[in-house]
């Protein structure tokens, strides 16, 4: 019986009007052609939107934004590296979720639209760990979710940002700015 089932799914076909009558395909090549790609760095800028902060912690909201005249999908965590002033790399550690302001926020497939936004939330804390300075970061080197070439970035519109201990959490890719 699901074999049945199956071998009748595997038929269904779609038919749409056309100027000269009426034309069929199959239902999966109409899905198929629905579908956005990925979104890569080439099409994308990276930029600091806003942030928030309370006793010790910071919270950061990043726009991404689809330069293309093509709409693209993005789905997950964005990668994050920490760089110096030289664009030298820092000590990184990042955390997928929960933290003091990035919270349980779940990952979806967000469509960007030709020229759209999508949004992360990065978090930090800048408060020393065991009397170790804290470096700045004055740039982030980021790689959109699946993709594996960056974009790179001011971290803090045109400052920095000092995660002390290199230990940073994000949130996965949103339709909408948000924090926890």
Same mark, same amino acid.
């Given at each position: 019986? &699901?074999?049945?089932?199956?071998a009748?799914?595997?038929?269904?076909?779609?038919?749409s009007? !056309?100027?000269?009558?009426?034309?069929v395909r199959?239902?999966?090549?109409?899905?198929?052609?629905?579908?956005?790609?990925s979104?890569?760095?080439t099409?994308?800028?990276?930029?600091y &939107?806003?942030?928030?902060?309370?006793?010790?912690?910071?919270?950061?909201?990043?726009?991404?934004?689809?330069?293309?005249?093509?709409?693209? !999908?993005?789905?997950?965590?964005?990668?994050?590296?920490? +760089?110096?002033?030289?664009?030298?790399?820092? *000590? %990184? !550690?990042?955390?997928?979720? %929960?933290?003091?302001l990035? @919270? /349980?926020? *779940?990952?979806? +497939?967000?469509? #960007?639209?030709?020229?759209?936004?999508?949004?992360?939330? +990065?978090?930090?804390?800048? #408060? *020393?760990?065991?009397?170790q /300075?804290? &470096?700045?970061?004055?740039y982030?080197?980021?790689?959109?979710?699946?993709?594996?070439? /960056? #974009?790179?970035?001011?971290?803090? @519109?045109? @400052?920095?940002? !000092?995660?002390?201990?290199?230990?940073?959490? #994000?949130?996965?890719? %949103?339709?909408? /700015?948000?924090?926890?």
């Open positions: 019986m &699901k074999m049945m089932f199956a009748v799914c595997a038929m269904v076909t779609v038919i009007p !056309t100027g000269n009558g009426l034309r199959p239902a999966v090549a109409a899905q198929a052609s629905q579908a956005a790609p979104c890569h760095n099409q994308l800028t990276i930029r &939107k806003s942030s928030n902060g309370a006793a010790g912690h910071v919270g950061i909201i990043y726009r991404i934004h689809n330069l293309s005249a093509q709409a693209c !999908t993005l789905f997950g965590y964005p990668g994050v590296q920490l +760089l110096d002033r030289q664009f030298l790399s820092l *000590p %990184t !550690t990042v955390h997928r979720g %929960t933290g003091d990035v @919270g /349980p926020i *779940p990952r979806q +497939l967000v469509r #960007v639209a030709a020229h759209g936004n999508a949004y992360f939330a +990065l978090g930090y804390s800048d #408060v *020393p760990v065991m009397n /300075p804290c &470096k700045t970061a004055y982030l080197m980021i790689f959109a979710p699946n993709d594996v070439l /960056p #974009v790179v970035t001011y971290a803090f @519109g045109r @400052g920095g940002i !000092t995660a002390c201990a290199g230990s940073i959490y #994000v949130s996965p890719v %949103t339709a909408r /700015p948000r924090y926890q």
